[in-house]
């Protein structure tokens, strides 16, 4: 993606394309890894509920992920869910923002929860924003999952 313009027309797997910035509460934002520790690279497969995705991206609350659209896409879909690797334990928010208002909410997702679907019209955005907050009872075992993360665009 070059500098200014959006995302090709097509459909896109989000962990395949350059994000704007990205910030994870507990090391980096992973591409297609659970967040695993505070190193790069530490993750394992992304695994909610014993399923196993092959793309996604992998973060701790509180974290915010932002992708410059340039007004060329038209939705946005994901699976949301806390990694399999924490157990039962941990509880996030999945938000999508689109060009600074929230497009979509999950509501809260526990480590007992499997995957929830959330997307949002994002047409004419040029901006998508993905922050997962800690549900208001800390960021302890908050390891969360955009799975197989989606990007139409035109």
């Known amino acids: 993606m070059a500098c200014g313009q959006g995302p090709s027309a097509g459909t896109h797997a989000l962990s395949d394309l350059a994000w704007s910035s990205a910030a994870g509460g507990w090391g980096p934002v992973e591409r297609d890894r659970s967040n695993g520790e505070q190193a790069a690279g530490d993750g394992k497969l992304l695994t909610v509920g014993t399923t196993t995705y092959a793309k996604g991206l992998g973060t701790h609350a509180a974290s915010d992920i932002t992708y410059y659209l340039g007004g060329t ?24 923002y689109r060009d ?9 997702v526990t480590g007992s929860d499997g995957a929830k679907a959330i997307g949002a019209d ?6 998508l ?6 549900a208001g009872d800390g ?16």
């Open 73 to 96: 896409c038209t939705a946005f879909k994901a699976g949301a869910g806390v990694d399999d690797e924490v157990g039962a334990k941990g509880s996030v928010v999945f938000q999508v």
């Open 100 to 108: 600074g208002v929230l497009a979509a909410d999950s509501g809260k």
């Open 122 to 127: 994002v047409s004419g955005a040029n901006e």
């Open 129 to 134: 924003r993905l922050v997962v907050t800690d």
């Open 139 to 154: 960021v302890d075992y908050d390891h969360a999952d955009w799975l197989d993360p989606q990007l139409t665009c035109d």
